[in-house]
C-alpha cells in the first residue's frame, strides 16, 4: 500500500512539474503538499548531465572549451550522473559564510522590472524556477533566480533539502537554464558571473562538467574586473570547492588580487571569505597582512562576524590573540545566541588553532548546561567530545550528562559508548552522585555491544573503564581470550600504542583487584644518575632543602613500568626526612615513601590541577604500592624563583594532604 501512495504522488509530481511550463501559475501549495511525503532517491539519479550540460551547443564541440575539463570520466555518462556527498557537504560548509547581504544589493537596482518583484515573493526553490520559465527572457532574469532558488535552498532543514534538490533537478527549465548560462558565460556582468558559480557549485552540480569549469575559466578571464564583492562570493565558492587545474589557477590568481587590493578593504565579511580561500597554504606575510587588516576594522566587529572569524582563522590555520580575543569576549557576552552547530565549530576551531581560552570554554559549557534539557544527548555527547579533546573539565555537564545515561542508556550505541568512555576516562571524571550505577550503566551497554565490537573497540572500551578504576569482568574476559589468540596485533604503527593499553589493562586487573594488599617491599631501580634537564631545578632546591643528595633518590623505576622522579623517605610521624640508604638497609613497614612527579601542562585538565587519565591511574597504582603521590606542574615550577621553588616542596613534603589516600577502586 505504501509502495503504491508513493508511486502515486511521485507521478503527480512529475505531471505537475511538466505542466508548470505549460501552464503560467505559481504552485507552491501543492507542491508543498507533496513535498515531504514521497521516498528519498538520489536527486541526480535520473539525470544525465552528458545531456544536459556537455552537449548542449553544437558548435561548442570542437571548441577549446571541451579543454576545460579535467578528467576524460566527465563526457561519460556513467561519471556524468554522480552527485558525491563531498559535495553536499561543502555547500554546508560554505553556508556558513553566505554572503546573503550581497544578494539583495544584486537586485536593488532592479525594482522597475516586475521580474524581480515577482521573484522576491517566491518561497521555495521550484518558485524561482517556475517563473524563469514563464517570464525570465534576459541572462539576467535566469542568473537571479539560479541565485534565489540556491538562496532559498540553504535556509531548508538538511531532511528538506534532499526533496527540494530532486525537484530542482527534474525541474524542465534547469535544463534550459544550464543551456543559458553556458551560451553567455562571457557576456555575464561580474556579479551575474560569480553567482551564477556560486548557486550551481552549492546546489551540487559536478565540479567537472563543461559549465562549472567553463565559468571557472571566465571568471579568471574577469578577475581584475571584478569588484571586492564579487571577491568575496568567489572566494566563498571556491572554498567549497576541490582543488583542480582551473580552480588551483583561479585561487592563484585571486591571491595575486588580494594583496594589491587588501589595504582598500574595509568589510570584515570579505576579509573573512578571503582567508578562508587563500586558506592554510598562503604564505606568511599575506596572514599578517589579512590579520591586519582585520584588526583595523575590529572596533566593528559583530557578534555573527565574530562566530565566522574563528573558522576563517582555523581555515587559514593561524592563530591571532589580537583578533581572537575580542572575538571570544563577544561570543562570551552573546553565547545565548550561539546555534549548537557553531558551538561545536567554535570548539573545534579552538584545537586548529591551539587557542586555549578557559572563560571561553566555560562560558560555552555553562550554557550548555543550563540548556542540557533542550539538547539531544548525542548533540550533549558530541560538545563533550570536542571538549575532551581541548583537555577542557566541564564538571557539572559531566555530571548532568552521567545523571542522563542512567536515566535513559537507550541512546548508547556502540559509536556513543565508545565516545562516552573516551571522555570520561581522558578527563578523569567520575560522577559526584550514583558512581557505581553510572558505570554498572556503561558496563551492561558494553556487554550489549560485544557481539558486534572489534578487538580493537573492545581494547579501548576496556582500557577507558580501567583508567577510571573500574573492572568490567565479562568483557576482560572477552579482551583476554582475544589477546591469548593473538587478536590484537595489528600494523607496526599501531603495535606499540596497542600493547601499551594491553598492558595497562593487566596492571589495572591485578592492581586495582579488591584481593590486592600493600606489598611490605617494593623494589625498586636506580636507571640513571643523571637528572634530566627540566628537572634540575627540583634536584637543586631538595638538595638545599634536605641538605644531601643521600636523602632522597632520583629516576626511579618500579614495578609495572612505572617510574617516578624523586623519592623521599620519611618516619611513621611524617616530620623527619630519614637518609635512604638506612632505610634500605633496614626496611621498614611504617617508613612512609612520598613519590615526586613533576608532569608537563598537557597532563592536567586545561586551566587545573586535576590529573588527566593516564596521570591519574598511575597516582592510583602508586598508591597501592604504598607511596604518597605529590603531583607538580613543571612548568609552574620552572617559573618560580629558586626561594619560592625551595619553599614550595617543603609545603607539600610536610603537608597533612599528602598521607591521604583518596584514590579508591570503584
Known amino acids: 500500500m505504501n509502495n503504491k501512495i508513493t508511486y502515486l504522488l511521485n507521478t503527480v509530481r512529475c505531471i505537475h512539474r511538466y505542466s508548470s511550463v505549460l501552464t503560467p501559475k505559481s504552485s507552491a501549495t501543492t507542491r508543498k503538499h507533496i513535498l515531504w511525503t514521497g521516498r528519498y532517491r538520489d536527486p541526480l539519479a535520473n539525470v544525465n548531465f552528458g545531456k544536459l550540460l556537455l552537449n548542449i551547443l553544437p558548435s561548442l564541440h570542437g571548441s577549446s572549451l571541451r579543454s576545460l575539463s579535467q578528467k576524460t570520466g566527465v563526457y561519460s555518462t556513467g561519471a556524468e550522473a554522480l552527485l558525491s556527498e563531498k559535495a553536499s557537504q561543502s555547500s554546508l560548509e560554505v553556508e556558513k559564510l553566505d554572503d546573503a547581504g550581497s544578494f539583495e544589493q544584486k537586485l536593488e537596482g532592479d525594482h522597475s522590472d516586475p521580474f524581480f518583484t515577482s521573484l522576491r515573493k517566491c518561497t521555495c526553490p521550484c518558485d524561482a524556477l517556475d517563473l524563469a520559465s514563464e517570464a525570465a527572457v534576459s541572462i539576467k532574469h535566469y542568473t537571479n533566480s539560479l541565485t534565489m532558488a540556491w538562496r532559498l535552498f540553504k535556509n531548508l532543514s538538511e531532511e528538506q533539502q534532499r526533496y527540494e534538490k530532486q525537484l530542482i533537478f527534474d525541474h524542465p527549465v534547469f535544463v534550459r537554464l544550464c543551456q543559458q548560462l553556458l551560451r553567455d558565460a562571457r557576456r555575464m556582468t561580474r556579479g551575474d558571473l560569480v553567482f551564477s558559480l556560486h548557486a550551481l557549485v552549492n546546489l551540487g552540480v559536478p565540479q567537472n562538467t563543461l559549465l562549472v569549469q567553463t565559468l571557472v575559466r571566465v571568471c579568471q578571464e574577469k578577475l581584475n574586473h571584478l569588484d571586492n564583492r564579487c571577491i568575496s562570493v568567489l572566494a566563498t565558492t571556491l572554498a567549497g570547492m576541490e582543488k583542480d587545474k582551473n580552480v588551483s589557477a583561479l585561487q592563484a590568481g585571486l591571491q595575486l588580487l588580494v594583496e594589491q587590493r587588501i589595504s582598500s578593504i574595509r568589510d570584515i565579511f570579505i576579509l573573512q571569505n578571503l582567508m578562508r580561500c587563500l586558506g592554510k597554504d598562503a604564505p606568511v606575510f599575506l596572514k599578517k597582512k589579512l590579520e591586519m587588516a582585520v584588526v583595523r576594522e575590529i572596533d566593528g566587529l559583530t557578534f555573527p562576524n565574530a562566530l565566522r572569524m574563528f573558522l576563517a582563522l582555523a581555515a587559514m590555520n593561524y592563530c591571532s590573540l589580537p583578533i581572537l580575543n575580542p572575538c571570544s569576549k563577544k561570543i562570551q557576552e552573546n553565547v545565548h545566541d550561539v546555534p549548537f552547530r ?182 625498586t631501580e636506580n636507571l640513571s644518575s643523571l637528572v634530566p634537564l627540566n628537572l634540575r631545578k627540583a634536584q637543586k632546591a631538595l638538595i638545599e632543602l634536605l641538605g644531601d643528595e643521600n636523602m632522597f633518590r632520583q629516576n626511579v623505576r618500579l614495578p609495572y613500568r612505572y617510574h617516578i622522579d624523586f623519592e623521599i623517605r620519611m618516619d611513621s610521624d611524617k616530620k623527619k626526612v630519614l637518609p635512604i640508604a638506612a632505610t634500605d638497609d633496614h626496611p621498614d613497614s611504617h617508613v612512609q615513601r612520598l613519590a615526586f612527579l613533576f608532569a608537563p601542562v598537557s597532563a592536567f585538565c586545561l586551566g587545573t590541577t586535576h590529573p588527566q587519565g593516564k596521570l591519574a591511574m598511575k597516582k592510583r597504582h602508586l598508591n597501592k604500592l604504598g607511596y604518597h603521590v605529590i603531583l607538580i606542574q613543571n612548568k609552574k615550577f620552572q617559573e618560580m624563583k629558586n626561594e619560592d621553588a625551595v619553599e614550595f616542596l617543603k609545603r607539600k613534603i610536610y603537608s597533612e594532604d599528602v598521607f591521604s589516600f583518596p584514590e579508591t577502586t570503584v
Open 342 to 523: 557553531q558551538l561545536i565549530h567554535i570548539l573545534e576551531a579552538c584545537h586548529t588553532l591551539q587557542y586555549r581560552n578557559v572563560k571561553l570554554f566555560s562560558a560555552l559549557a555553562d550554557y550548555v548546561n543550563s540548556t542540557a534539557y533542550l539538547w539531544d544527548k548525542r548533540q550533549i555527547a558530541l560538545f563533550l567530545s570536542a571538549c575532551e579533546v581541548l583537555a577542557f573539565q566541564p564538571t557539572e555537564l559531566l555530571d548532568i550528562f552521567a545523571e542522563k545515561v542512567i536515566e535513559d542508556p537507550d541512546f548508547l550505541t556502540l559509536k556513543n559508548l565508545l565516545i562516552v568512555l573516551r571522555v570520561y576516562s581522558r578527563l578523569n571524571h567520575v560522577p559526584r552522585v550514583q558512581k557505581h550505577l553510572f558505570f554498572e550503566t556503561l558496563h551492561s551497554c558494553l556487554n550489549k555491544c560485544l557481539p558486534q565490537i572489534s578487538s580493537i573497540e573492545l581494547l579501548k572500551a576496556v582500557y577507558s573503564l580501567g583508567i577510571l578504576g573500574y573492572l568490567p569482568h565479562h568483557a576482560l574476559d572477552e579482551l583476554l581470550q582475544k589477546d591469548s589468540k593473538d587478536e590484537l596485533i595489528l600494523s607496526d604503527d599501531l603495535k606499540e600504542q596497542n600493547t601499551a593499553m594491553l598492558h595497562s589493562v593487566k596492571t589495572c586487573m591485578e592492581l586495582d583487584s579488591p584481593s590486592f594488599t600493600k606489598p611490605a617491599f617494593v623494589l
